[in-house]
C-alpha cells in the first residue's frame, strides 16, 4: 500500500505559477515510478508529466512541455509539479499517482491515487 498526499494547489491568475507537492508513504517509494495527472469538470482523466523511479527520466504531455516540470527527492519520499506560464485550460483537480513501472502516460497502470488538489488558473 502506498499513500499519496497532494498538497500546494489554489486559485493563481493566468501567466502565475504554482508548485505541488506529493507526499508517499507506506511501501518503499523508490519501487514506483511517479505521475500526475489532472481532470477538468466534464473531461477525461489527462496525463501531465510522470518520471522515473530513479528520478533520471521524464515524460511530458505536449499541452505542458515547456511549462511544468516534475522532480523527485527520494530521500523525503516527494514528488513535485512545478507549474509555470498557467493557462485557464490548466484549471483541473490534480492527481499524484504512483505505479510499479516507469513513465507510462495511460492511467490504468497506476496502482495508487491521492485524494487530489484543486488547481484554478483564471484569465
Known amino acids: 500500500q502506498v499513500l499519496l498526499v497532494e498538497s500546494g494547489g489554489g486559485l493563481v491568475q493566468a501567466g502565475g505559477s504554482l508548485r505541488l507537492s506529493c507526499a508517499a508513504s507506506?511501501?518503499?517509494?523508490?519501487?514506483?515510478?511517479m505521475a500526475w495527472f489532472r481532470q477538468a469538470p466534464g473531461k477525461e482523466r489527462e496525463f501531465v508529466a510522470a518520471?522515473?523511479?530513479?528520478?533520471?527520466?521524464?515524460y511530458y504531455a505536449d499541452s505542458v512541455k515547456g511549462r511544468f516540470t516534475i522532480s523527485r527527492v527520494n530521500a523525503e519520499n516527494t514528488v513535485y509539479l512545478q507549474m509555470n506560464t498557467l493557462k485557464p485550460e490548466d484549471t483541473a483537480v490534480y492527481y499524484c499517482?504512483?505505479?510499479?513501472?516507469?513513465?507510462?502516460?495511460?492511467?490504468?497502470?497506476?496502482?495508487?491515487w491521492g485524494q487530489g488538489t484543486q488547481v484554478t488558473v483564471s484569465s
Open positions: 507506506g511501501r518503499t517509494f523508490t519501487n514506483h515510478g
Open positions: 518520471i522515473t523511479r530513479s528520478g533520471y527520466y521524464t
Open positions: 499517482a504512483a505505479e510499479a513501472g516507469d513513465l507510462s502516460s495511460n492511467w490504468k497502470n497506476y496502482d495508487y
